[in-house]
């Protein structure tokens, strides 16, 4: 007798006829069975139907561990279109020139999974993968199989909750998300076939020297994150030798001996470093801080997650060092970017007039309808500015002229309806700051909207060059597709990956 096809039309358990009948049935007939099942029914599958290929729907197919070369190749010849596929991570690497021509996803998963996860889908042509509870070594086979990976999600056994890396449109690259996974993971990331521009780990305990070694081999690598602290017993000595590392975050606590081991990192230009959520846990002290920032001679923004006392420590150290020049010559300026400050106001702001060179500015927390901006249409070099928080409609009018300003982003992710402010005065704003370019947006979804209707209706007139005006509003991804097709002159909308 005949084996049933790969994706012969599937059956279910008929009524009052056990798992073990069934599957005695198959191997007595040397057929493999296909089983149509709803996603809700996958986790409810007897253990004797777990050799069973499963389909969930026409478009997704879920092969058991040790599938016959046989049921690979009739699944890369079906006529029919498989989007969605699952293998074990044993069988990943026969998958090689096997995969479907249409499939989209792609989840690969250990001995322990019992359900898979999908990952999310790019309006592109490549692949997205996910790999789930798999040793790190799996990674090494993605590059063979003949597809553009253009999306990866790797899960420890312990995630519930993906965390995704912040991206942005105009990078060509890989941004990766490591959550709970071994720190090995970490030396296939070089295998991948792909240029990583952007890294962030969370919850890495294992972390050493040793498995931050192979970042040296990602010559691309610009981003990396490392979050949770770093103990004091490892060294980031191999960053300094990432010849593309320009920005770094460090969060948690970070020792003194830790930013020691990051001296004269060559490329640095942007340093994160503590929790904004446990500022008390930063570890560093002002003297460290200076330090780095010395042997940094590329260093040009430090943003500061610590105490109030150790965030005046800094400064003041940073005031009374000297700080050379840049490797281009020129005096070394400092932007620092600092925690919550409740008692802002225009009074406190005043001082900043006199910091020509201050080219960026980050408010956090809000700032009170009494408070005013307008000291900083006095400061010349401004030309980014964040408003994190409730921002009301007087203080943006207090903003109102600010010449230098061409990135300015308003608003709190984890707060979206504090925001407060209007689009009216947000148009306002816009429309006096002749310089203006780049609008990033954390509100509610009705506000959004109402800032584009207003802009669009806006007469923008033409930049301080005499071009044309062309606002880019960049918005969140739930809000990019709702809103890119209502885009029009002047407004361009942008999805915003943060």
């Known amino acids: 007798m005949r084996a049933r096809p790969l994706l012969a039309p599937p059956v279910a358990t008929p009524m009052g006829v056990t798992a073990d009948t069934i599957s005695q049935l198959a191997t007595e007939l040397g057929s493999r069975l296909t089983l149509l099942v709803t996603d809700a029914q996958i986790t409810t599958i007897p253990s004797q139907l777990r050799g069973a290929i499963i389909r969930v729907d026409p478009n997704t197919t879920i092969l058991p561990a040790g599938v016959g070369d046989s049921e690979l190749t009739e699944l890369r010849s079906s006529r029919e279109t498989v989007k969605r596929l699952s293998v074990s991570a044993a069988d990943l690497p026969r998958l090689r020139g096997q995969l479907p021509e249409g499939l989209q996803r792609l989840n690969v998963r250990g001995p322990e999974v019992t359900e898979p996860r999908w990952p999310e889908r790019d309006e592109d042509d490549g692949l997205s993968v996910l790999l789930q509870?798999?040793?790190?070594?799996?990674?090494?086979?993605?590059?063979?199989?003949?597809?553009?990976?253009?999306?990866?999600?790797?899960?420890?056994?312990?995630?519930?909750?993906?965390?995704?890396?912040?991206?942005?449109?105009?990078?060509?690259?890989?941004?990766?998300?490591?959550?709970?996974?071994?720190?090995?993971?970490?030396?296939?990331?070089?295998?991948?076939?792909?240029?990583?521009?952007?890294?962030?780990?969370?919850?890495?305990?294992?972390?050493?020297?040793?498995?931050?070694?192979?970042?040296?081999?990602?010559?691309?690598?610009?981003?990396?994150?490392?979050?949770?602290?770093?103990?004091?017993?490892?060294?980031?000595?191999?960053?300094?030798?990432?010849?593309?590392?320009?920005?770094?975050?460090?969060?948690?606590?970070?020792?003194?001996?830790?930013?020691?081991?990051?001296?004269?990192?060559?490329?640095?230009?942007?340093?994160?470093?503590?929790?904004?959520?446990?500022?008390?846990?930063?570890?560093?002290?002002?003297?460290?801080?200076?330090?780095?920032?010395?042997?940094?001679?590329?260093?040009?923004?430090?943003?500061?997650?610590?105490?109030?006392?150790?965030?005046?420590?800094?400064?003041?150290?940073?005031?009374?060092?000297?700080?050379?020049?840049?490797?281009?010559?020129?005096?070394?300026?400092?932007?620092?970017?600092?925690?919550?400050?409740?008692?802002?106001?225009?009074?406190?702001?005043?001082?900043?007039?006199?910091?020509?060179?201050?080219?960026?500015?980050?408010?956090?927390?809000?700032?009170?309808?009494?408070?005013?901006?307008?000291?900083?249409?006095?400061c010349p070099g401004l030309e980014r500015l964040t408003l994190s928080g409730g921002v009301p409609d007087s203080v943006l009018d207090s903003l109102s002229g600010c010449p230098g300003l061409y990135y300015l982003t308003l608003g709190d992710r984890q707060r979206p309806a504090e925001t407060a402010f209007t689009a009216a005065a947000v148009t306002r704003l816009v429309k006096s700051c002749r310089k203006l370019c780049h609008l990033f947006l954390h509100c509610t979804a009705d506000t959004t909207r109402a800032v584009l209707t207003a802009l669009e209706k806006a007469n923008l007139v033409r930049d301080s060059d005499g071009d044309h005006r062309t606002i880019w509003l960049h918005v969140l991804g739930e809000l990019y597709d709702q809103l890119k097709s209502q885009e029009g002159d002047g407004v361009t909308v942008w999805e915003w990956r943060c």
């Open 133 to 378: 509870g798999v040793t790190a070594d799996t990674i090494s086979h993605l590059a063979d199989l003949g597809r553009t990976v253009n999306r990866l999600e790797i899960y420890g056994p312990e995630v519930t909750e993906p965390r995704w890396p912040e991206w942005y449109p105009w990078d060509d690259g890989l941004s990766v998300s490591l959550q709970g996974v071994a720190a090995d993971t970490i030396s296939h990331l070089a295998d991948l076939g792909r240029m990583v521009r952007r890294l962030e780990i969370y919850d890495c305990p294992a972390l050493t020297a040793g498995s931050l070694e192979p970042l040296t081999r990602c010559r691309d690598l610009g981003r990396l994150t490392l979050s949770g602290g770093v103990p004091d017993t490892v060294s980031l000595e191999p960053l300094t030798r990432c010849p593309g590392l320009w920005r770094l975050t460090l969060s948690g606590g970070v020792p003194d001996a830790v930013l020691d081991s990051l001296s004269g990192c060559p490329g640095l230009y942007y340093l994160t470093l503590g929790d904004r959520q446990r500022p008390a846990e930063t570890a560093f002290t002002a003297a460290a801080v200076t330090r780095l920032v010395e042997s940094c001679r590329e260093l040009w923004w430090l943003s500061l997650h610590c105490t109030a006392d150790t965030g005046r420590a800094v400064l003041t150290a940073l005031k009374e060092a000297d700080l050379g020049r840049h490797s281009n010559g020129r005096p070394r300026t400092i932007g620092l970017i600092v925690p919550d400050c409740p008692d802002l106001t225009a009074g406190s702001l005043e001082p900043l007039t006199r910091c020509p060179k201050l080219r960026g500015l980050t408010l956090s927390g809000g700032v009170p309808d009494t408070g005013s901006l307008e000291p900083l249409t006095r």
